[in-house]
């Protein structure tokens, strides 16, 4: 079947602009979650969802960033006025539910690239 | 407390050799500890996961061991082959966090022929 999968695939953007990251998880999924890779700071945790719920925000490393999720389905991550340190892949991963028992399924990320 | 400390950074093996890399961990709260690869553009790959009231779990070539006294745990690649090449992350999670994983800062291991 299809895994998660995330558009758009690479985003260059000015800095100062705001960017929307788009993750559609493996239908049925309950819990989502959003993840960012960069050079500097490894993979780190941002956001996760069970159902449109975000139980844990803890990660979102400012008030710039959001993310919403609607229908239990797809989610969005937005980035406003965008900043340099803000360039990384995004990632996105969803299970079917928020417990270790079950498997997080990576999506292939957004490549974000701030100028 | 949350921190997973991963080594080494980048590893070399010849073909049929043993790649073996560390992770130490903190947080005494982490049920589980799960080990993923990554290949060049794309997300990580669940490769095996080991839980705490277990010493060794082993899959294949792919073995766990874990150390609870010393809150350590390994992933041993036995007869290593150049599909092998990816870079490795160990995380750590706890269902009380909805499962969030903490991840090692990943090792990029590469195996010659």
């Known amino acids: 079947g299809a895994g998660v999968s995330q558009s758009p695939s690479n985003k260059v953007t000015e800095k100062g602009k705001d960017v929307e990251l788009r993750c559609d998880p493996i239908?049925?999924?309950?819990?989502l979650y959003w993840y960012r890779q960069s050079l500097g700071q490894g993979l780190e945790f941002l956001i996760y969802?069970?159902?449109?719920?975000?139980?844990?925000k803890s990660g979102l490393p400012s008030d710039r960033f959001s993310a919403e999720r609607t229908g239990g389905s797809v989610s969005t991550l937005t980035i406003q006025r965008t900043q340099q340190e803000d360039s990384a892949v995004y990632l996105c991963?969803?299970?079917?539910?928020?417990?270790?028992?079950?498997?997080?399924?990576f999506g292939p990320g957004t490549r974000l690239t701030v100028t | 407390q949350q921190q997973v400390k991963q080594s080494p950074q980048s590893l070399i093996v010849q073909k049929g050799g043993i790649s073996i890399i560390n992770c130490a961990y903190e947080n005494t709260a982490f049920d589980y500890f799960p080990w993923y690869q990554q290949f060049p553009g794309k997300g990580p790959a669940l490769l095996i996961a080991?839980?705490?009231?277990?010493s060794e779990k082993k899959e294949g070539r792919f073995t766990i061991s874990f150390n609870k006294s010393a809150k350590q745990f390994s992933l041993h690649i036995m007869d290593s082959q150049p599909g092998d090449s990816a870079t490795y992350f160990c995380a750590a999670s706890m269902d009380t966090s909805g499962s969030r994983l903490t991840f090692g800062e990943g090792t990029q291991l590469t195996v010659n022929p």
């Open positions: 080991i839980r705490p009231d277990v």
């Open positions: 991963a969803s299970s079917l539910g928020a417990y270790s028992a079950y498997e997080q399924y």
């Open positions: 239908s049925g999924h309950t819990a």
């Open positions: 969802f069970q159902g449109n719920s975000a139980p844990d």
